[in-house]
């Protein structure tokens, strides 16, 4: 019988495959790799596409799309068979792709196609994928010396497992704990819907009172919302140590990230090295759009010295608030989130609880795909698939009565999915000899769910971070691109990935789209205008802070792999705390690790590569720019022609040309930072 993980004839068998098989079907998708690279490289197979590059992405996809269904389920169904067959395979596989990545004899016949007459006659696309090729098999170590490519080789796998159980051990720290609660006075202030779902996590364990989790649908809403303020506290505490040294408290010490870090750091500087470059920034910036790091870090630190009056305005009204109005002398982190949305109250007469019960999940849902809709001329319908959880819905997305592309949606924290939110690619559109491969997203968040029967209700904020997934998600799957290796997101620079994503969140701030995508959980009624001018006078609410937060997140990131004058054997905390004196406002006691739960850097894709969010978010508010400015009076952000443009010259492109062309495509010129500022507050409109 053969495994569904090798079964690529049709949607992936979430219903049918299992842990046990991960390892013979890899292994076998392995060993057919070697065999064909071993075949592709022999002196009679001539160095043209249709010969030699074509059979390659065949063999690399069926690879790519095994060992994605198994890091999907490693991600979303993180139970310990699925973690012990991911993290058993993983170093193979990281093995292998090392091994392709520094063949030289695979290199000189990308080499040699490149110098051809026949690289002439490509495609444009197609010109792209070799020259891309070529930039990564020196990334990959292929021109190092022999005697150093097991080294370099040896790094790679070390770090895939560094992040594997860097990831793992955020989870299992986020997991371990809950705060019990069994007088019913400490809960004054928590929502109805809150207190529901801890009391359900309460019975489940078999419990008296209240359970309270550090995932975020339990944790958020105590931050903001519990009068208790030693249960604010408590939860904080908990939170900011998660993966650290404190882990030894809760009997273990073997979840500390502080060793994960160091060493990740030492072997990212010293592959960088091997390659010539002076910094792991260097490396990490060969692909993307930004030039340098000296370039990001001049780009970092102007934004910062615009956002930091604002942010230091910000910080001193809430603390004049908070001794005035709720009587905290002295403000602590774990009151920030409280004390904030009290001032929010206070100034605009209205909260975030408030709001959230006008946007229940299946109305959004609707108006999500309405705005897609109006945007690119689809239709989103209702579709069938296997699924890894009952909770998981699937979809199509349909254009002139063709079928564009395929995606789960995964809205629900659970305890076996690790945090955040995230979109990735399950199938990439192709041409095929049977014709066009149409793409398949997962689209991944992490909200609470439905509670005693009744609708999962969003904030505004995860409405947000909804619509920003699915950019993601339309830019993988509104390509018309048809080669793999620049098909969606794939090929697209990492600091322009985020455009799609972000520029579909200003739609959550358009009162047609709120109008249509709401509805109140008692009444039915709408959101009211007079609430939503409230939240659109609230918009830039603290915006300076929050601002500086994520410059904090950025240069801390940069200089983390660009800085050579701390050791990261001694610790990242010094780090930290240096870039906070920078920029930041707001400043966590001694005790707090952030770092060591700081996945996006540590096991994601983002390393030396976070200040990517603010870099692509002056291309997306530019971009939206364009619909305003094509807006009539009192009329609809909604312009058929522009939306057309956008999908022509960002979405559908994907990764075949570079970002900055596909932006001067749209908008006829390069980026300017004044959209962003202005959407920020921090210039007038």
């Known amino acids: 019988m053969t495994s569904p993980l090798l079964d690529f004839s049709s949607l992936p068998r979430f219903d049918a495959v299992t842990p046990e098989e991960v390892g013979p079907a890899i292994r076998e998708l392995l060993e057919a790799g070697r065999a064909l690279i071993a075949r592709q490289t022999a002196p009679e197979v001539p160095a043209t596409w249709d010969a030699f590059v074509a059979p390659m992405v065949d063999a690399g996809e069926r690879l790519s799309r095994a060992w994605g269904i198994v890091g999907h389920l490693h991600s979303v169904l993180d139970v310990p068979p699925w973690r012990d067959a991911y993290n058993a395979l993983l170093p193979e596989v990281t093995r292998y792709y090392s091994e392709l990545g520094q063949n030289l004899a695979l290199f000189a016949k990308y080499k040699a196609l490149r110098a051809s007459s026949e690289f002439a006659r490509l495609s444009s696309v197609r010109q792209r994928i070799i020259e891309n090729e070529i930039r990564d098999f020196r990334l990959s170590g292929a021109e190092l010396p022999e005697d150093q490519k097991p080294r370099f080789q040896a790094i790679q796998e070390e770090l895939a497992a560094l992040a594997a159980k860097f990831s793992e051990n955020v989870l299992d720290a986020t997991n371990a704990y809950t705060e019990h609660v069994t007088d019913e006075s400490r809960l004054a202030g928590l ?60 009997g273990h010490p073997e979840w500390d990230n502080a060793p994960n870090i160091a060493r990740i750091v030492a072997l990212r500087r010293e592959a960088a090295g091997m390659l010539g470059y002076q910094s792991y920034a260097e490396v990490s910036l060969v692909p993307k ?44 982190p774990w009151d920030v989130g409280f004390a904030s ?41 209702a579709d069938q698939a296997p699924v890894w959880d009952p909770d998981v819905q699937f979809y199509r997305i349909e254009r002139a009565g063709q079928l564009v592309g395929q995606f789960y949606l995964d809205l629900h924290a659970r305890a076996t999915k690790r945090g955040g939110a995230w979109m990735d690619s399950a199938l990439s559109r192709r041409r095929l000899a049977s014709g066009v491969q149409t793409p398949i997203a997962y689209l991944v968040c992490n909200f609470p769910g439905p509670v005693d029967g009744k609708p999962a209700t969003f904030s505004h904020d995860d409405v947000q971070t909804l619509f920003h997934e699915a950019g993601h998600g339309l830019h993988h799957l509104m390509t018309r691109i048809e080669d793999l290796w620049v098909s969606g997101i794939s090929g697209v620079e990492w600091d322009a990935v985020e455009l799609p994503s972000q520029f579909m969140e200003n739609f959550c701030w358009e009162w047609d789209v709120i109008c249509g995508m709401s509805a109140h959980v008692e009444s039915g009624e709408p959101l009211p205008r007079a609430l939503f ?43 930290l705390d240096e870039v906070r004196r920078e920029v930041a406002v707001n400043f966590p006691p001694a005790w707090n690790r952030f770092a060591n739960s700081f996945s996006h850097i540590f096991a994601g894709g983002y390393a030396a590569g976070y200040y990517s969010y603010k870099w692509a978010e002056v291309l997306s508010a530019d971009a939206f720019a364009a619909f305003e400015e094509a807006r009539p009076a009192g009329g609809s952000v909604f312009d ?37 500022l202005r959407h920020s507050g921090m210039i007038a409109a």
């Open 341 to 381: 949305e009290k001032l929010r109250q206070a100034r605009y007469s209205y909260s975030d609880q408030e709001v959230k019960q006008y946007f229940q999940e299946p109305k959004v849902l609707a108006g999500l795909f309405g705005v897609v809709e109006r945007l690119y001329g689809v239709q989103i319908r």
């Open 191 to 250: 929502p109805a819907d809150v207190i529901a779902a801890a009391r359900n996590e309460a019975e489940a364990a078999a419990k008296p009172g209240w359970l309270f989790t550090l995932r975020m649908p339990s944790y958020l809403p105590v931050m903001q919302y519990a009068e208790d303020r030693s249960l604010r506290e408590a939860m904080y505490r908990a939170s900011a140590t998660r993966a650290s040294e404190f882990s030894a408290e809760l």
């Open 533 to 575: 001018d409230k939240m659109l006078a609230a918009k830039n609410f603290q915006s300076g802070m929050q601002t500086v937060r994520q410059l904090e997140f950025s240069l801390f990131d940069l200089r983390l792999h660009h800085d050579w004058a701390f050791d990261p054997a001694a610790g990242v905390q010094p780090l």
């Open 289 to 332: 759009m930004a030039e340098s790091p000296e370039q990001v870090l001049a780009f970092l630190r102007d934004l910062g010295t615009k956002a930091k009056p604002f942010a230091e305005r910000d910080m001193m009204e809430l603390r004049a608030f908070a001794a005035s109005e709720l009587g905290l002398s002295t403000l602590e």
């Open 640 to 676: 058929s022609q522009v939306g057309e443009r956008f999908l022509t010259e960002i979405l559908s492109v994907g990764g075949s040309r570079p970002a900055l062309e596909s932006f001067r495509a749209f908008r006829g010129r390069d980026p300017e930072v004044d959209a962003l």
